[in-house]
């Protein structure tokens, strides 16, 4: 949404294939808050890089790739960057997060520009890594000859707002791809990724990673941009962070030539089998573990869990919902987040709270964590530290309930985790761990069931026929 101007608006700068662009020319305001930020004029030529033009990483060795990446990461966690934290001082007026969460999900991201953590996604996304460097001969076997190669494509970031982490590893699988990069930032976080690249920047202000790089804000579904970069002219693929609404502004514009790489809304569940009533002991380690699943990132990540299925009678039900709440009021209080729930979902809670046969409410909706105990999952997104508690008599039960937007499943007891994951696979999940266990990631691993740098590049084939 654009509206009037105002003198306390943040300005949020653009980066243009290397060079910072500031100005406060538009004024929008962030999705969530509602607070006023400032961004230069869109100069759309200046975000296309010219297909006429060679990428500029294309003849930039991996290994070299790598090794400014892994600098980048150093500077990113010297806490006197400049450009570090200032990003999050005017991160903190537009983002639903608190400032100590912020600077901890910015300084964690720095995490993931690390050299073995690198190496390891290159080879897991590719059985060659060395296409990513030069065309790799092949001979089939009626004796025909080709050569192949992953050949650096022309990327739109659709970048989300709930995580700034996000910025850090998209400009890294960017450059290791040889991308040509155009990031739109989110109107919570038009930030993040500027302060990266200036980092970037400031090493090393013509490397060919710096000028393949753009971050840039505009209002999603303004057709006065979209319709003009969102070309098979320009770029190959859209790279989508983020809801509904976001994917499919995106799906319109598909079309030979350009297409779809998305990361689209996923939904994260736990399932808790009747083990954890063995004891009291046990039951507090289920629900602590439960209620740090809950609790990743407020409960704003894809991976924070939402809805808890606990296999077991109403009365252990009960008591799990009592554990759990009490976990979640504790984690919320140590992050410092208390904002009260929209006046959406309070009503929905509220309403739910009267229906004593049905429903059964732990907390209040005051943001300091709830719990919703239900035999049906409820009809209603929860967010915001409120987890439904979903009592099945059998987790078998549990698995009907997960489909395609099912991304991770935090499992307890973990022995039984092999029994079911064939069937959550079959039923669309992505991703099953060890109940608290849904944050960190196995380096390399597929992600919503692709490896997507794999996806990302421009396989492009060079036949050269067979023996004379």
């Keep these: 949404m654009t509206g009037p101007r105002t003198e306390t608006a943040v300005g949020a700068p653009f980066f243009l294939r290397g060079e910072l662009v500031e100005g406060n020319a538009v004024t929008h305001r962030s999705r969530d808050l509602g607070v006023s930020f400032t961004t230069p004029e869109l100069a759309l030529d200046r975000a296309v890089h010219p297909r006429a033009e060679v990428p500029p990483l294309l003849n930039v060795p991996l290994a070299e790739i790598i090794d400014f990446l892994v600098e980048t990461g150093e500077r990113l966690r010297d806490r006197d960057n400049p450009f570090v934290g200032d990003c999050i001082d005017r991160m903190s007026s537009t ?22 953590l690198l190496h390891a996604v290159v080879e897991q996304n590719f059985p060659d890594p060395r296409a990513l460097d030069e065309w790799i001969p092949k001979r089939d076997f009626t004796g025909r000859e080709s050569f192949v190669r992953a050949f650096a494509p022309r990327l739109i970031h659709v970048l989300p707002g709930n995580s700034p982490g996000v910025a850090v590893k998209s400009i890294a699988q960017g450059a290791m791809v040889k991308a040509v990069n155009l990031f739109k930032m989110s109107s919570s976080d038009p930030f993040t990724t500027v302060a990266v690249l200036r980092t970037m920047a400031d090493i090393e202000p013509e490397h060919p990673i710096v000028k393949s790089m753009s971050a840039v804000y505009w209002r999603g579904g303004d057709e006065a941009v979209e319709r003009v970069l969102y070309r098979p002219q320009y770029f190959d693929k859209i790279v989508a962070w983020g809801g509904g609404d976001a994917i499919d502004n995106v799906i319109k514009y598909l079309g030979p030539g350009f297409q779809l790489v ?7 569940i736990s399932m808790v089998g009747r083990e954890a009533f063995a004891s009291d002991t046990e039951l507090e380690r289920a629900a602590e573990l439960a209620a740090t699943d809950v609790m990743i990132l407020n409960q704003e990540a894809c991976v924070a869990s939402r809805f808890v299925y606990v296999e077991g009678n109403p009365a252990d039900a009960d008591r799990f919902a009592a554990r759990l709440h009490a976990h979640i009021v504790a984690k919320a209080a140590a992050a410092g987040d208390a904002r009260p729930l929209d006046p959406e ?16 409410v732990w907390g209040r ?71 608290g266990d849904a944050g960190p990631s196995t380096i390399g691993n597929p992600h919503d069931a692709m490896y997507p740098l794999h996806r990302f590049v421009h396989w492009m084939a060079h036949e050269d026929g067979g023996e004379e």
Excluded: C, W
């Excluded at 983002?95 to 073995?116: N, S």
């Excluded at 309070?346 to 049905?358: H, K, P, S, Y």
């Design 95 to 116: 983002h639903v997060l608190p400032r100590p969460v912020l600077e901890a999900q910015v300084a964690g991201a720095a995490a993931y520009l690390d050299r073995r």
């Design 365 to 435: 909706t005051d943001g300091k964590g709830l719990v919703i105990r239900s035999d049906e999952p409820v009809d209603f997104h929860p967010i915001n530290k409120t987890a439904n508690l979903v009592r099945v008599d059998s987790l078998d039960d549990a698995v009907r309930f997960v489909n395609v937007a099912t991304q991770t499943i935090g499992f307890f007891p973990f022995e039984r985790m092999p029994d079911y994951r064939d069937r959550l696979a079959s039923g669309g999940a992505q991703r099953i761990v060890r109940l």
């Design 262 to 268: 998305s990361f689209d809304p996923k939904t994260s």
């Design 345 to 360: 979902l309070r009503e929905q809670v509220d309403m739910l709270a009267l229906l004593d046969d049905d429903f059964r």
